[in-house]
């Protein structure tokens, strides 16, 4: 099973950003994309684990709860 094409994307950055931008991927030795391209993986997965971690939260709440009234009903 072969990867999905890449697709392109406009993207429009303010003076200063583009400059900070370049001189983290210089840093870095990538290019501008390349660097853009990690930045907004990591972002992604950041997103993510915050969700996941939201989600998991309101599950241990629902468990907490159901166990809360499970003991009441043994009492």
Do not use: W
Not at 7 to 22: N, P, Y
Not at 46 to 65: P, Q
């Amino acid at each position: 099973m072969g990867e999905t094409p890449n697709e392109a994307i406009s993207l429009v950055l303010g003076a200063e950003l583009l400059r900070e931008t370049d001189a983290c991927a210089r840093t870095l030795h990538l290019s501008r994309a390349a660097y853009v391209r990690r930045a907004l993986e990591k972002s992604n997965a950041d997103v993510n684990r915050d969700a996941r971690r939201v989600r998991m939260y309101r599950a241990s709440l629902r468990v907490r709860d159901e166990s809360t009234r499970f003991t009441q009903e043994l009492d």
